[in-house]
C-alpha cells in the first residue's frame, strides 16, 4: 500500500511537490514535477497497485459562486488558527475542470471518499493537518512575509514532521537522503524563490501523512462534505480545542401532558395499593 501526496500547483509550468510513503511510514520518493505528464509518470510506479492519493487541490466542484459547503464547515473549525480554506467554484476557469480531478482520473483513482475502492484519491489540506497534528495555535508562515521568517517557519514545520517518528502511525522522515538533503537545502537558503520552490515537497509530505493518517486513524479524521458538493479530509481537532458546536435548545416539555401522566402514574398507583390491601385481606382472613 503506497501514500501519495501531491501539493498540486495551479499551472502546469509551477513546481508540484511530490511525495511517497509506504504503509509503515517510510518516504520512498520526494521531489517536484511539472506538468500533467511528469506528475503522472512521477506516481505511476505507486499508484497500480492499492493506493490513496491526497492532493492539495479541489476535486470536485460544482457551485457557480461562492465557497463550496465543505470550506464553509471546514472555516467554522479552522478560522480561529487561521488555517481557513480559499473559496473554489465554477466562476473561475480553474474549477471548471478541476487540475486534481483531471489527474486522478487519467491514473483511474476513485474520488469518492466514502468508497471503498484500495485505489483512491482524496482532496486534503495542510494548514488545518498541521495544527490538529501538532496541536498549533496558528498556522506557520512560511509562504508569505520576510525572509528570515519564511526560513524559521519552514524549518519549524519540518522539525515536527520528524517529530512524527514517534506519532502513531510513525512517519520515518529522518531515514530519508532525500529529506535530509531537502533540509540542507532550506538551512542554507539565501533567496525567497528557494524557499517558494522547497516548501512544495514539505507540503507534499503534509498531504501524504494525512492519507496515512487517514487509513490506520479513521475515527480521528474529519470529512468535510462529501463527494456530490465537493470535501476536504483532514485530521480532526482535539474535543478540548475543537470549535463549540451550536446546539438546538431542548424542546420545553409538554405542561398539560405532564399533568395527563402523572394523573396515570397516579391512578395506576392507587390500583396497585388497593390490590395489596385486598390481598392482605385474604391472607389475615
Not at 118 to 138: C, Q, S
Not at 227 to 254: C, H, M, W
Request: aromatic content about 6%.
Amino acid at each position: 500500500m503506497h501514500f501519495v501526496g501531491l501539493d498540486l500547483a495551479w499551472g502546469e509550468k509551477n513546481n508540484t511537490g511530490v511525495a511517497v510513503i509506504d504503509s509503515d511510514g517510510r518516504l520512498l520518493q520526494l521531489g517536484a514535477a511539472h506538468d500533467d505528464a511528469s506528475i503522472e509518470a512521477a506516481v505511476e510506479p505507486y499508484v497500480s497497485d492499492d493506493c490513496l492519493v491526497a492532493i492539495d487541490a479541489p476535486l470536485i466542484v460544482r457551485n457557480p459562486t461562492g465557497s463550496r459547503s465543505c470550506e464553509t464547515a471546514l472555516n467554522r473549525d479552522f478560522h480561529r488558527f487561521e488555517a481557513g480554506a480559499h473559496p473554489a467554484n465554477t466562476a473561475n476557469p480553474a474549477f471548471k475542470n478541476p487540475r486534481g480531478a483531471r489527474i486522478a482520473t487519467a491514473l483511474t483513482l476513485d474520488m469518492d471518499p466514502a468508497s471503498s475502492s484500495t485505489r483512491r484519491a482524496i482532496e486534503v489540506y495542510p494548514h488545518p493537518a498541521t495544527v490538529a497534528l501538532f496541536g498549533l495555535e496558528k498556522t506557520l508562515k512560511y509562504k508569505r512575509g520576510s525572509f528570515e521568517a519564511r526560513q524559521g517557519e519552514l524549518l519549524q514545520l519540518m522539525t515536527l514532521i520528524e517529530g512524527l517518528d514517534k506519532a502513531t502511525p510513525r512517519l520515518r522522515v529522518n531515514h530519508s537522503v532525500s529529506w535530509v538533503e531537502l533540509r540542507k537545502r532550506v538551512a542554507a537558503a539565501t533567496r525567497p524563490v528557494q524557499l517558494d520552490r522547497d516548501e512544495d515537497p514539505v507540503d507534499a509530505v503534509v498531504c501524504a501523512y494525512v492519507a496515512l493518517y487517514w487509513y490506520h486513524r479513521p475515527e480521528d479524521v474529519t470529512v468535510y462534505g462529501d463527494f456530490a458538493t465537493g470535501y476536504i479530509v483532514t485530521p480532526s481537532l482535539p474535543p478540548e480545542v475543537a470549535p463549540a458546536r451550536r446546539r438546538r435548545p431542548a424542546p420545553k416539555p409538554d405542561t398539560e401532558e405532564l399533568r395527563e401522566r402523572v394523573a396515570h402514574v397516579a391512578a395506576l398507583l392507587a390500583e396497585a395499593q388497593r390490590g395489596l390491601t385486598a390481598i392482605r385481606r385474604q391472607l389475615d382472613g
